[in-house]
C-alpha cells in the first residue's frame, strides 16, 4: 500500500496560482504513475494530470493544458502541481492517486490520499 498526503491547497483570487505537493510513502516501488484529480460539489471526480516516476511521460485534462503542469521529485518521492491561472469553475477537492500504470479514470487508481481544498474568488 502507497500513502499518499496532499499539501499546498488554499485560496487563490481567479488569475492567480497555487502548488499543490503529493508527498508518497510506503510500497512506494510497487507504483509507476502519480496523479492528480479533483471532485467538485455534486460532479464526478475527473483527472487533471499524470506523471510516470519512470521516464519523463506527462498527461494532462485538456482543460488545464497550458496552465497547469505536473513535475516530481525522485529524491523527495514528491509530485507536484503547479496550476497558474486559476479560473472560478477550477475550485474543487484536489486528491492525488497512484497506480501501476496510467489510466484516465478514478478507478485505475488504488491508492488515494485525502485531498486539499482549492478554491477561487472572482
Known amino acids: 500500500q502507497v500513502q499518499l498526503v496532499e499539501s499546498g491547497g488554499g485560496l487563490v483570487q481567479a488569475g492567480g496560482s497555487l502548488r499543490l505537493s503529493c508527498a508518497a510513502s510506503g510500497r512506494t516501488f510497487s507504483t509507476d504513475v502519480t496523479g492528480w484529480f479533483r471532485q467538485a460539489p455534486g460532479k464526478e471526480r475527473e483527472f487533471v494530470a499524470a506523471?510516470?516516476?519512470?521516464?519523463?511521460?506527462?498527461y494532462y485534462a485538456n482543460f488545464v493544458k497550458g496552465r497547469f503542469t505536473i513535475t516530481r521529485d525522485n529524491a523527495k518521492n514528491t509530485v507536484y502541481l503547479q496550476m497558474n491561472s486559476l479560473q472560478p469553475d477550477d475550485p474543487a477537492v484536489y486528491y492525488c492517486?497512484?497506480?501501476?500504470?496510467?489510466?484516465?479514470?478514478?478507478?485505475?487508481?488504488?491508492?488515494w490520499g485525502q485531498g486539499t481544498q482549492v478554491t477561487v474568488s472572482s
Open positions: 506523471i510516470r516516476w519512470s521516464g519523463d511521460s506527462t
Open positions: 492517486a497512484a497506480t501501476r500504470s496510467f489510466g484516465w479514470d478514478p478507478w485505475d487508481y488504488d491508492s
